[in-house]
């Protein structure tokens, strides 16, 4: 059974950093590309935002326009874990972070397709950030 979960969230002032952890189990980290979304409590019915994506087969990561330069994901496959370095944060970018796994070995190339939930097939449970003006 494939299962991944969060970790690493809090509460941090803007300016601040924070690493999100996302552990799998049930297959390895080659297998299949890992996303990291977030969702907006304020607009509880707006789809979740991609907000970075490691591809699976050859570790290709993509970055939403609001992620470039600030974050960072990576993956230790020893830990079979994937982190997502959050700096320079900005209220804004408070919400519940989830990563999700998709499934499969992709080779598609580009955010517009990694940041659509739909392709994902496998969700942890998310993890609160909050951050502070």
């Known amino acids: 059974q494939w299962l991944v979960a969060e970790s690493g969230g809090g509460l941090v002032q803007s300016g601040g950093s924070l690493k999100l952890s996302c552990g799998a189990s049930g297959f390895n980290l080659d297998r299949s590309a890992i996303g990291w979304f977030r969702q907006d409590p304020g607009k509880p019915g707006k789809e979740r935002e991609g907000?970075?994506?490691?591809?699976?087969?050859?570790?290709?990561?993509y970055y939403a326009d609001s992620a470039k330069g600030r974050f960072a994901i990576s993956r230790d496959n020893a830990e079979n874990t994937v982190y997502l370095q959050m700096n320079s944060l900005k209220v804004e970018d408070t919400g519940t972070y989830y990563c999700?796994?998709?499934?499969?070995?992709?080779?598609?190339?580009?955010?517009?397709?990694?940041?659509?939930?739909?392709?994902?097939?496998?969700w942890g449970q998310g993890t609160q950030v909050t951050v502070s003006s």
């Open positions: 907000v970075a994506c490691i591809r699976g087969n050859d570790g290709t990561t």
């Open positions: 999700a796994a998709e499934g499969r070995d992709s080779y598609y190339s580009g955010i517009d397709y990694y940041s659509r939930i739909n392709h994902y097939d496998y």
